[in-house]
């Protein structure tokens, strides 16, 4: 089935370990994001990436760090120089003809 | 900045017909799109306005006016099931193009 894959679905992690988040598509989508929500919040940008090898800062890319070697892989490393990475971590890939986004069903990190 | 405003919650009963509306100040703008998502769900598309006017879709209605930056989703029939989250969502082309969403809009359907 297409779609984006997200894993894992949940993380523990102790503090000052950087851990990465895996995203995977295969929609054939040229674009992807990041987005981090915190409960009852909306969405926040952390990073997206228009074409292979190439990428953007979004609005809170402190402390994150990302990488796009293959068009269909996205992967987000949470640093430990981010303060506060307790969060759900959404990614996105997005079909370029209607701007529509697809999500993967999120990771969901935890700071012990 | 970029920002966009919409309520924080709208409580509505079944059958009935509720709007949540989108202000935005952006610069770049290129369409406003609505999210659904379910607790502790993905966010799912409802609808894309680019053009002024209204993209209707089942029980589902988008409006947009570029002019006053502003467009609303409209949700008619109201069932349990629509309780959710809704986020207006902006894309933007400020020398490449991204989506930012505003904070979204609790919907609290009761019987």
């Known amino acids: 089935d297409g779609g984006i894959t997200q894993s894992p679905k949940y993380l523990f992690r102790k503090e000052g370990q950087n851990v990465t988040l895996s995203c995977e598509q295969n929609l054939n989508h040229d674009a992807m994001y990041w987005y981090r929500q915190d409960p009852g919040q909306g969405l926040r940008l952390i990073y997206y990436?228009?074409?292979?090898?190439?990428?953007q800062k979004g609005d809170i890319a402190e402390g994150y760090s990302v990488s796009r070697e293959k068009k269909e892989s996205f992967p987000l490393t949470v640093t430990s120089a981010q303060k506060n990475p307790t969060a759900f971590y959404l990614c996105?890939?997005?079909?370029?003809?209607?701007?529509?986004?697809?999500f993967g069903e999120g990771s969901r990190l935890t700071v012990l | 900045g970029q920002s966009l405003e919409q309520p924080s919650e709208v409580t509505a009963v079944e059958g009935a017909i509720v709007q949540i509306n989108c202000t935005y100040q952006?610069?770049?703008?290129?369409?406003l799109s609505w999210y659904q998502q379910h607790d502790g769900g993905a966010p799912t598309f409802l609808s894309y306005n680019a053009l002024d006017g209204l993209e209707e879709t089942g029980r589902f209605s988008s409006f947009l006016s570029r002019s006053d930056s502003y467009g609303y989703l409209l949700l008619q029939e109201l069932q349990m099931k629509d309780s959710a989250s809704y986020f207006c969502?902006?894309?933007?082309?400020?020398?490449?193009?991204?989506?930012?969403f505003g904070a979204g809009t609790r919907l609290f359907v009761k019987a």
């Open positions: 996105a890939s997005q079909d370029g003809d209607t701007g529509e986004l697809f």
């Open positions: 969502a902006v894309a933007l082309n400020t020398g490449g193009f991204k989506t930012i």
């Open positions: 952006t610069s770049g703008f290129y369409g």
């Open positions: 990436s228009q074409i292979v090898n190439d990428f």
